[in-house]
């Protein structure tokens, strides 16, 4: 695997929420073009760790460096715009705009029309507008959703609003992305295009972050899998020296 | 020189804790239903008007004795404060926080509106519960009626106090408010206890109104300023901290006063709620609460 | 005593229940294990109707319970301990312990709540020196314990523990476990238990339920799923040394 | 805009045309000049309320501020009234900066207060400010506006040119929704936290179309001093910036069309009413204009709990049922053929 560089560094990352401790001086790195995994039982820490690295949150200390640029202290849209995008583990689509809305949505951190000229002039005669629908269509197309652009994102199923997440996360043209359980509450031929879909995003070069509690999607897709519990790294590892260490398996199964 | 200043300020003193006291009393029922639910009661100053305005009606036009008047005007307030959770509240399926605030500010156009068709537009005047003439301390003169504020506020407190923490109602609604599935758990009907505190709110509300009336003279549109400054006190206090709120009240009416007693009188309505807007931007978790808290929440 | 069949359940637009069909006997320990987001706290949560079913029927004691209310549910004899030790922690231990007994108080009165904490304190002796105290100042363990008998005053039939163990030093686990065993043997109670800790929930239990992504995969009794192979690729997945070599 | 909104225009330009033909009467175009100002000021507030998921109960203030500027600087500064109505503007944007910056970390409940205690403070400072604003009393003799030469001191010249205004606000206001910035705001509306994570700055965003809203119902109180040609506190009070919201929810917070709906049926209300009063008399209800309120208040509550959706909505999903019945019945003799 192609992960000598690391994109992202994670250096002693802290975070007490009143009195508790769920991140208890995490360090992790990210190669760059890899597939990396955060696994670990509920309450481990895993959402906080990307909502910390995309500025939802403040860390109580430790540093978060992304190619050479310190994350904490950053406003989320700033980060976006680094190029860092990310998806929810609850869909966080935006149900009364249409899915090609969404994506465009998404391409509003590389484009620039202010509220002055968006008010005086119609859409047609703006042609960023027509690149920015261009744009947010070849994205649909990516992760073949081209056919309901016109859709009201609320009424799509699950499986496919997750894929529309990812459009719109893609479609901020990230050099890392997040992924936030994007398996979960799909049935299982949803889950497998997924994972084909998280291949292909790694064929574009893009950096993929995953937490994910179903094993079989992780230990197919990923590089490295990281696992946590109590806010600690217990292992990190190809996906089958993870499975082997015993260290790993007590975590899930109890002494 | 000095003397006159002291009884300056002893007299604005007064007359704050007189108007504090009211503050107080409807930051309290702000409270009540916000602890239960969540909500911000738009129509808190409603109930306010209503109490004052049934006592009205009750004493000067029906002459009926103060201890019974009282009675009654309480309980008609809270009879529509019950209904106004029963009609609006209880029915609402998955409501957002902006329908919520629409519906409570329907209801209180509703009441303002009702209000104004029994009692007409005019100012009622209302004789004050004791006919004793002003009482003299220090130079200062203090109302018979004022002191009848301050034992009101006092009595609501200790019955607030004592509800919450000694009767098993009060603890069933306490348990609600900190944790609604912890409580559903132990087999408390939480839509009941919403019920119940959409009644108390109303009850003090009506409290406030009826004491603060002879003083005032009660009209129908005094709802929506009696019932932002109360907020203001709520929100000073701590949204949901009843004890704050008292203090705030007290806190807020003795500014208030003081600012229309030694800056204008004309812009003392507006000191409280400056103040407010001053809290709510800078420590939208009150003077005596953690700002942190209020953050996670989600409004 | 309970029965779940085909029940359905959505947070939001996602399914967290498909068709979980499982069944729990008068005085049985039934632990449901199974990896994070396999929908075990749904499950649990739906059977004390804190949430709703979507599709489906639940059956407690061959009576058709589908969509009560919790506190209904609670009056019936089903006590949920939820995760997490929720408990009222700006109150003392002994305003928690009333309001677990809110019940006893409504139908009985005052004296019968009184004697049954009592008997509460009895079963539970650390929480008796600790009565005045807020339970926000009490420990992981003994909040866990004050959450257990805050169930238990109740006087339920039916016990639903959502992951007593979380966040606990092993000692503690321990000395949880043996008391929940107790418990189901003195109070002749029926337990459905969740846990991460696996070994130790099925140590004491009769039967064991695996589930993942919300589905049951299989049912077995305890000493026969702590043995199964099975259970470790439920935890880590299936065994992809085909595709790494 | 979509083929939709184009309709729309077109059947609202029809209507403003033939409107003052069909009343034919003074009076009731000056009620329909009303209309208009509460229709611009809730346009503003639409793009507030129902794209960017903000509530403010203090417009009212910035219709204040508007009218108040154009007011007192044609008066007592003989100003031109079209650059007192832009600095009116401009100060209304200002003083939304300044407050909506702090204001708009708030949410729901707390942001509701917050702009209702600020509307509330504005209300009391122009009863105070005696100096400047004259009080209770008011400014009076503000002059007319006049367009082009021509003096809009007709009932009808001004019922075409305060329409003429929505127009143009509704086209702004539509041009910024199919937008980029637009599609920010629905963005925040949906969903803050993955608005935030396309990178979009949503702090600044409210604030941006918080000052856009000012900046609509600050005209429409510029051309309400300009009509009325006097100004006191009075209109201006709370319960004008809640009668403002209540008209946005009643004609429908998800769309501007809403917000005219509203607006226009609001407005036209009282007047409904006391049309029908005398048929009311018929039945033995003595119908008074107090009642109104009452019916404002109900309306409200009614909508809010079976169509809280608003009006629009419904009229729009009535639209579509009754045209799919006709379809149906269509169909029905196609079969019926085959």
Request: net charge neutral; charged share 15%.
């Given at each position: 695997?192609s ?7 994670l ?16 360090c ?14 509920n ?11 995309t ?95 016109d ?32 398996a ?41 899998v ?23 398996i ?6 | ?107 209180s ?5 009702a ?115 109360g ?33 204008s ?35 | ?9 959505h ?7 498909k ?6 006997g ?52 089903i006590?949920?301990?939820?995760e ?36 509460m ?14 339970a ?49 043997q ?11 800790n ?26 026969a ?15 992809q040394?085909?595709?790494w070599? | ?17 033939v ?6 009467n003074?009076y ?34 910035f ?25 009116g503007a401009?100060a209304?944007?200002g ?89 920010g ?41 300009y ?64 009642y ?20 629009f ?6 639209g ?19």
């Amino acid at each position: 695997m192609s992960g000598n560089n690391s994109i992202l560094q994670l250096d002693g990352l802290r975070k007490v929420f009143g009195g508790v401790v769920a991140l208890d001086g995490l360090c992790l790195s990210v190669g760059e073009n890899t597939i990396t995994s955060v696994i670990g039982p509920n309450g481990a820490g895993k959402t906080t760790v990307f909502n910390l690295i995309t500025g939802y949150l403040a860390p109580s200390s430790g540093a978060m460096i992304y190619k050479n640029t310190r994350l904490q202290g950053t406003k989320p849209h700033k980060i976006a715009l680094l190029g860092i995008g990310r998806t929810f583990q609850n869909v966080r689509t935006f149900p009364d705009m249409t899915v090609l809305e969404n994506v465009m949505v998404g391409r509003h951190a590389r484009s620039r029309a202010g509220v002055t000229v968006s008010a005086l002039l119609p859409a047609f005669l703006r042609p960023e507008e027509k690149r920015i629908q261009a744009e947010a269509g070849s994205w649909l197309d990516f992760v073949g959703l081209a056919d309901a652009a016109d859709m009201p994102a609320g009424s799509l199923p699950l499986g496919k609003q997750r894929m529309l997440e990812v459009a719109r996360a893609l479609a901020i043209e990230p050099d890392l992305l997040l992924l936030d359980e994007p398996a979960s509450g799909l049935n299982s031929r949803e889950t497998i295009a997924m994972g084909d879909l998280i291949h292909r995003i790694r064929e574009n070069r893009i950096t993929v972050m995953l937490v994910e509690h179903d094993m079989e999607l992780v230990m197919e897709v990923s590089d490295r899998v990281a696992v946590m519990n109590f806010g600690r790294l217990v292992a990190e590892g190809t996906p089958r020296e993870v499975q082997e260490d015993p260290e790993v398996i007590a975590a899930y199964l109890g002494e | 020189m000095e003397i006159g200043l002291t009884t300056d300020m002893l007299q604005f003193l007064f007359m704050g804790i007189q108007r504090g006291a009211i503050y107080a009393m409807v930051a309290m029922g702000f409270n009540m239903i916000y602890n239960a639910t969540g909500i911000i009661n738009f129509a808190q100053g409603e109930f306010v008007v209503l109490g004052g305005l049934m006592m009205v009606s009750m004493t000067m036009a029906l002459n009926l004795s103060l201890v019974f008047a009282f009675m009654v005007s309480v309980a008609f307030v809270t009879v529509v404060g019950i209904l106004m959770e029963r009609l609006t509240i209880n029915p609402v399926r998955r409501p957002t926080v902006l329908r919520l605030i629409i519906i409570t500010i329907a209801v209180s156009i509703l009441l303002k509106g009702a209000a104004m068709c029994f009692w007409g537009k005019g100012s009622h005047y209302m004789r004050h519960f004791t006919d004793a003439p002003p009482l003299e301390i220090m130079g200062a003169y203090i109302l018979p009626q004022t002191l009848w504020i301050i034992g009101m506020l006092a009595l609501v407190v200790i019955g607030y106090v004592a509800f919450f923490n000694y009767t098993m109602t009060g603890k069933c609604m306490r348990a609600c408010a900190i944790n609604r599935d912890a409580a559903r758990l132990a087999g408390i009907n939480d839509r009941r206890m919403v019920m119940l505190s959409f009644a108390l709110s109303a009850a003090i509300g009506a409290i406030a109104g009826i004491i603060i009336t002879p003083i005032i003279q009660m009209d129908y549109a005094r709802g929506a300023l009696l019932g932002l400054k109360g907020f203001g006190a709520a929100v000073v206090g701590g949204l949901g901290n009843s004890m704050g709120a008292v203090v705030a009240g007290l806190l807020l009416g003795i500014i208030e006063a003081g600012s229309g007693g030694y800056i204008s009188s004309h812009y003392m309505d507006a000191i409280a709620l400056v103040i407010m807007l001053g809290v709510l931007f800078v420590r939208p978790g009150g003077l005596f609460g953690s700002s942190e808290m209020v953050r996670l929440k989600e409004f | 005593m309970l029965r779940l069949v085909n029940v359905n359940s959505h947070y939001g637009l996602v399914r967290v229940l498909k068709n979980v069909s499982m069944h729990v006997g008068q005085g049985e320990i039934v632990t449901l294990i199974g990896a994070n987001g396999a929908g075990k706290t749904t499950t649990l949560r739906t059977i004390s109707g804190l949430h709703p079913v979507k599709a489906g029927r639940i059956y407690f004691q061959d009576r058709d319970i589908t969509g009560w209310p919790a506190e209904r549910l609670v009056e019936l004899g089903i006590a949920h301990v939820p995760e997490g030790r929720q408990i009222f922690s700006p109150m003392s231990v002994n305003d928690n312990l009333e309001l677990g007994g809110h019940l006893v108080y409504k139908h009985y009165g005052k004296k019968r709540l009184k004697s049954e904490i009592d008997q509460m304190l009895d079963l539970f002796p650390v929480l008796g020196q600790r009565r005045p105290q807020y339970a926000g100042t009490l420990s992981g363990g003994e909040q866990q314990m004050l959450a257990i008998a805050m169930a238990l005053m109740s006087g339920p039939r039916m016990l639903l523990l959502d992951e007593p163990s979380m966040g606990l030093a092993p000692m503690i686990i321990r000395d949880i476990f043996a008391r929940i065993a107790r418990l189901q043997q003195e109070r002749k109670l029926t337990v459905l238990l969740i846990e991460q800790n696996a070994k130790a929930a099925l140590n004491i239990s009769d039967r064991g339920y695996v589930m993942e992504t919300g589905r049951i995969l299989l049912e077995e009794e305890a000493g026969a799923l702590l043995a199964n192979p099975e259970v470790k690729r439920a935890y880590l997945g299936r065994d992809q040394r085909e595709v790494w070599e | 805009m979509a083929a939709r909104d184009i309709i729309g225009f077109c059947i609202l330009i029809a209507l403003v045309l033939v409107m003052p033909h069909a009343v034919g009467n003074d009076y009731y175009i000056g009620v329909l000049i009303f209309a208009a100002f509460n229709c611009l000021a809730c346009i503003g507030l639409s793009l507030l309320m129902g794209y960017a998921g903000q509530i403010s109960l203090g417009h009212g203030a910035f219709i204040a501020i508007g009218a108040y500027a154009s007011g007192l600087l044609t008066t007592e500064l003989g100003w031109s009234p079209w650059t007192a109505m832009a600095a009116g503007a401009f100060a209304a944007m200002g003083i939304a900066f300044i407050v909506g910056i702090p204001a708009l970390r708030l949410k729901g409940h707390y942001l509701a207060m917050a702009t209702l205690g600020f509307a509330s403070i504005i209300h009391i400072v122009a009863v105070a400010a005696t100096d400047i604003t004259g009080g209770p009393a008011g400014v009076l003799n503000i002059p007319r506006l006049s367009l082009f030469g021509y003096r809009l001191d007709s009932d009808t010249r001004y019922y075409y040119f305060a329409w003429t205004a929505v127009v143009i606000g509704l086209y702004l206001a539509f041009n910024l929704i199919h937008s980029r910035v637009g599609r920010g705001l629905r963005a925040i509306h949906g969903s803050e936290d993955a608005a935030g994570a396309a990178g979009i700055n949503t702090a600044a965003y409210k604030v941006q179309v918080f000052v856009v809203s000012a900046a609509y119902a600050s005209v429409s109180g510029s051309l309400y001093a300009y009509y009325v040609n006097y100004i006191d506190p009075g209109p201006f009070d709370v319960m004008h910036s809640v009668l403002l919201v209540t008209m946005v929810a009643v004609g429908g917070l998800h769309h501007v069309w809403g917000a005219v709906v509203g607006a226009v049926l609001l407005s036209l209300l009282p007047e409904v009413l006391s049309f029908t009063a005398g048929y009311l008399q018929v039945i033995g209800i003595q119908y008074r204009p107090d009642y109104d309120i009452l019916v404002y208040g109900g309306i409200l509550l009614v909508i809010m709990l079976f169509l809280p959706e608003g009006l629009f909505a419904g009229m729009i999903a009535g639209g579509k049922s009754v045209w799919n019945l006709v379809k149906r019945v269509i169909r029905g003799k196609q079969v019926v053929r085959e």
